[in-house]
């Protein structure tokens, strides 16, 4: 009986071991980065593909006053003027519709507007001029991808007016220089895609 004891013991003790060297809630994290990295991604190229294939951007589709050089400030892209969503994201916006997204794209969680908090969006913006970039970016929640922004000098603070994703900042990197102790979402650090 002694002897179950002590093996039950030591496989406890190690499964304890195995448990925090995976830290499941920063692998759940990471794996959330990668997700909403890709789905910035597959926005900006239905974007660019709604672009080539109309002369214009969908929130010019959407809002008549937009023109292509103009500015279009950091929203979230549930907005309908992104093109995902209609005008209460229960229909399919013109990125939809023109088949650029699938409809199962309307589904994700950044796009539902129960996503209010800003580390839970995918922010959309694109500086003045035609031939700027499209920008996707996210408060990113696993340190590692953190960690690796700040490494990178990839961490941003969009700037809504300007639809400037800006130059990397350093006001993220917090005492040790790897992004902790700073509060991400309240000090607007994202990561963006392109980078």
């Known amino acids: 009986m002694v002897e179950l004891l002590i093996v039950i013991g030591l496989l406890g003790a190690i499964a304890l071991i195995v448990i925090s060297a995976i830290n499941p809630i920063e692998q759940a994290n990471r794996a959330r980065d990668t997700r909403f990295k890709s789905d910035a991604g597959q926005l900006i190229s239905a974007i660019d593909r709604y672009f080539a294939a109309n002369s214009e951007f969908p929130w010019m589709t959407v809002n008549s006053t937009y023109e292509t050089d103009d500015p279009f400030g950091f ?3 549930a907005n309908e003027e992104v093109g995902v969503c209609g005008a209460t994201c229960t229909n399919d916006g013109v990125l939809i519709t023109t088949n650029e997204l699938k409809t199962e794209f309307r589904n994700r969680d950044f796009i539902q507007k129960s996503a209010t908090g800003l580390d839970k969006q995918i922010l959309l913006g694109k500086e003045t001029g035609s031939s700027a970039s499209v920008y996707g970016c996210f408060i990113p ?8 922004a700040v490494k990178a000098s990839k961490v941003y603070q969009p700037d809504a007016t300007t639809g400037a994703r800006g130059t990397a900042v350093t006001t993220c990197d917090g005492a040790n220089g790897d992004g902790s102790g700073v509060n991400w979402t309240t000090n607007g650090c994202y990561v963006c895609v392109p980078e």
């Open 75 to 77: 929203i979230t892209a």
């Open 141 to 148: 929640l696993a340190n590692s991808t953190k960690q690796a």
